[in-house]
C-alpha cells in the first residue's frame, strides 16, 4: 500500500500535474501585482509651519469661505489646492525660501498620486532643485499662499477645484 505515511516521503506519480498547479499559482500571483493603483489615491504630506504660517493659512480659508459661501472646504483640501496652484503657476514659487525642518505645528496635503510625482518623480521638481519632497511642497504651497495674500484673487483657487473635478 503506502511505504511511508508521510505524504512528503512518498513519491509522487504524476509530478507534472503539480507542476502546473504552481506555475498557474505563480501566475496568478503575477497578475496581482501589475493592478493598476487608484485614480484617486493621494499623498499626504505634512507641511513643517511656523504659528503665524499656520495663522495665515487658517485664516486664508476663512477669507475663500466668505468669498465662496457655498464651496465646503476643509483645510486640508484648501492646501492641497493651493498647492495644485503652485504646480500649475511654477513662476510664482520662491525657490529660496527658507524651511523650517521640524516645527510643532504643520498643515497637511494630499495631492493626487499623479500630480505628486511631478514633484516626487524621478525627474521631479525636487530633483530638478536639489531638495527633498517634504521640502519642494512646503516651499510651493507657501508661495501660493502668500501670492494669493499679496493680491491674488481667490477665483484662482476656484479654478483648481474645477479642473480637479473634471
Not at 54 to 71: A, V
Amino acid at each position: 500500500m503506502f511505504d511511508n505515511l508521510n505524504p512528503l516521503f512518498q513519491e509522487a506519480k504524476s509530478p507534472a500535474k503539480k507542476q502546473t498547479l504552481q506555475r498557474t499559482n505563480t501566475n496568478k500571483a503575477q497578475g496581482k501585482n501589475k493592478k493598476a493603483p487608484r485614480r484617486d489615491k493621494g499623498h499626504c504630506v505634512k507641511l513643517p509651519v511656523t504659528l503665524e504660517q499656520q495663522i495665515l493659512f487658517k485664516t486664508s480659508l476663512k477669507r475663500f469661505r466668505y468669498h465662496f459661501p457655498e464651496i465646503e472646504l476643509k483645510q486640508t483640501k484648501y492646501n492641497t489646492l493651493l498647492l495644485w496652484y503652485a504646480l500649475d503657476h511654477l513662476h510664482i514659487v520662491d525657490w529660496t525660501m527658507d524651511y523650517i525642518g521640524t516645527s510643532e505645528h504643520h498643515m497637511t496635503t494630499k495631492l493626487p498620486e499623479y500630480r505628486y510625482l511631478e514633484i516626487g518623480g524621478i525627474n521631479g521638481l525636487s530633483m530638478q532643485k536639489g531638495l527633498s519632497e517634504r521640502k519642494a511642497v512646503c516651499i510651493m504651497t507657501i508661495s501660493a499662499l502668500k501670492y494669493i495674500e499679496k493680491g491674488g484673487y481667490y477665483g484662482e483657487i476656484l479654478q483648481q477645484i474645477r479642473t480637479v473635478k473634471e
